[in-house]
């Protein structure tokens, strides 16, 4: 028995880290995808292969003495296994690049979810999608829950915390570049990083949500508009306060200014610390952007809106 789901990468735009604490954030997902296939064997084993390393274990293992970014995999396939003799045999296919602020670890809990379920029945998205959080939850347990939502449904999506997601109904022009620093962070350490940072000023931070909010609402209008320079500066606007609680660094400052030289605004996407920045752009300015990174020997490419998410085979 064999079962293939594919899930797609994610951009946070507006709202990262902010989200954590309620704000709305508004993202979309991209054009890169990650592909699962789960099969049944028999032997009892629940094995992993994937381009960042493999994984095998006996069923039944405890999840807190994994140490590995694929622990959602076995947690999930524990979970499953556990009505039927045999083992798992899971095998991941990547198109993004892993670890630096694409959503890979939720398009993987998302495909990963589907796939290995779908060994045994099928469920709807709404319980693939839960499913996938709680496996999420198992290498980051603070997750807003938003990267996995917006793999799981694709499109341009608002969500907080509270009400969950709705789509925008929007279909906006644009093209994103995403430039990677190549450094790899831990959203986990980046989000405790915050958490310090707001204990330590709760008044500044406390403003900043409401600025950072009343932005998304802004931005809401600007979408419907299809306005992308204001949108652009309201990315500019957006990096000031990521800037601001600290999950920047020289290398992503550096990126960023190079974003800006010809794209309509460009900000940090996901944890930051590492990871990757993304420029607005659309035809008239796509070209050259992508040549401003590429100068600076800045690996670069360019992606459009995912309208399809979860997929599966
Ligand atoms: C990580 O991609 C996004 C954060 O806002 C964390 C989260 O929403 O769970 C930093």
Do not use: W
Request: charged letters at 25%; aromatic letters at 6%; glycine letters at 8%.
């Amino acid at each position: 028995m064999k079962s293939k789901a594919s899930a797609p990468a994610k951009v946070i735009l507006f709202g990262e880290h902010f989200v954590v604490y309620g704000v709305k954030a508004i993202l979309c997902a991209i054009n890169k995808r990650i592909t699962v296939t789960a099969e049944t064997i028999e032997e009892n084993k629940i094995s992993i292969k994937s381009n960042i390393g493999n994984l095998e274990l006996e069923p039944g293992g405890e999840i807190t003495e994994i140490n590995s970014p694929l622990k959602p995999f076995y947690y999930l396939a524990n979970k499953m296994i556990r009505s039927q003799k045999g083992g798992i045999q899971i095998n991941v296919e990547s198109d993004i690049p892993l670890g630096v602020g694409l959503g890979s670890s939720s398009a993987c809990c998302v495909a990963g979810a589907a796939a290995i379920s779908g060994l045994f029945k099928k469920i709807s998205k709404e319980a693939i999608l839960e499913l996938a959080i709680e496996a999420e939850k198992t290498i980051f347990e603070n997750t807003s829950g938003a990267d996995c939502t917006v793999c799981t449904y694709g499109g341009i999506m608002e969500y907080d915390k509270k009400n969950g997601f709705s789509k925008i109904e929007s279909e906006p022009n644009f093209h994103l570049v995403i430039a990677n620093s190549k450094i790899e962070h831990s959203t986990k350490s980046v989000v405790e990083g915050v958490k310090e940072f707001k204990e330590r000023n709760e008044n500044t931070f406390s403003t900043l949500c409401k600025k950072e909010s009343k932005l998304v609402e802004d931005v809401l209008e600007l979408l419907k508009e299809n306005n992308i320079s204001e949108l652009g500066n309201k990315i500019t606007k957006n990096q000031e306060y990521l800037e601001t609680i600290g999950i920047s660094n020289d290398k992503l400052r550096k990126m960023v200014q190079i974003g800006q030289n010809k794209s309509f605004g460009t900000k940090i996407t996901g944890a930051g610390g590492g990871g990757c920045v993304f420029a607005l752009t659309d035809e008239s300015n796509l070209e050259e952007t992508m040549n401003q990174f590429k100068d600076e020997n800045i690996d670069c490419f360019s992606v459009k809106i995912d309208f399809k998410g979860l997929d599966t085979f």
